[in-house]
């Protein structure tokens, strides 16, 4: 009796929709029946996607990356390709944190005067 040989299934990302991180790091998870090669380009450039992972695991920390669109692409060892899942980067604001470690400036001022203040009235 012989069995019939198993037809693998083509990799697919877990997520369907766009993946948006404001820290520019982002794991990135997918399902396959066997090795594959993770590539990332910039979305709309037209350019050569850089190969970013090879092999069996099912998921990909990605970090570093700079403000911008992206599109993210798994091949399987046939060749075949997955359509594209956006991962879209938007740092957070310089201004917004400069502003949020001089109000943490303020409130760590406040706090020692107020310890000195009452350490000179006892």
Do not use: C
């Amino acid at each position: 009796m012989t069995s019939a040989p198993a037809i693998a299934s083509p990799p697919a990302f877990s997520a369907s929709e766009p993946i948006v991180t404001d820290t520019g790091y982002s794991l990135i998870e997918w399902r396959s029946d066997g090795p594959v090669s993770l590539e990332i380009a910039r979305a709309g450039g037209g350019m050569t996607p850089d190969t970013l992972y090879e092999g069996t695991n099912k998921s990909f920390f990605i970090s570093g990356l700079a403000n911008g669109t992206y599109d993210l692409t798994l091949r399987d060892a046939s060749g075949a390709e997955t359509s594209a899942v956006r991962l879209e980067v938007a740092h957070q604001s310089l201004t917004q944190a400069l502003w949020l470690v001089a109000l943490g400036a303020v409130v760590f001022l406040l706090i020692v005067a107020t310890i000195a203040k009452g350490a000179r009235d006892d």
